[in-house]
């Protein structure tokens, strides 16, 4: 009876080899994180008051508001749009830039208001 109670030694190795499944795919799921980077434009705000940045799409625009001294991250996974038109949140445009928003680039509003677009990949 004493043998019927006993593990063999396939059986002990089982958590060991699910532990090492899990730390694999765990890893592996860092790692797809991690190539993400830079998959998207960033929208950043040094101006007094909140914004909305516009990607102006033929297929629509995507607004963004971004608030006062701050920067927002969108998601993209090719350029997108026509241009990028920034504006006060009362509908006052502050500029216009005319090239589409794409992955790794910088659309930035100065305190004076003055618009950058820069790439973030160099």
């Not at 019927?4 to 890893?27: D, K, N, T």
């Not at 995507?62 to 949140?89: F, Q």
């Not at 445009?93 to 160099?122: F, K, Q």
């Amino acid at each position: 009876m004493a043998a019927s109670l006993r593990r063999s030694g396939a059986r002990r190795a089982v958590p060991g080899v699910a532990l090492i499944i899990v730390v694999v795919v765990g890893i592996s799921g860092c790692q797809i994180a991690v190539d993400d980077f830079g998959s998207e434009v960033i929208f950043s705000n040094a101006y007094s008051e909140s914004l909305n940045f516009a990607i102006v799409d033929p297929e629509g625009q995507i607004d963004t508001e971004v608030w006062a001294n701050s920067s927002v991250a969108y998601a993209l996974r090719e350029c997108r749009g026509d241009s990028i038109r920034v504006e006060t949140l009362d509908g006052e445009v502050l500029g216009e830039i005319d090239r589409p928003a794409c992955p790794g680039w910088r659309v930035r509003v100065g305190p004076e208001g003055e618009l950058s677009y820069v790439d973030e990949n160099d």
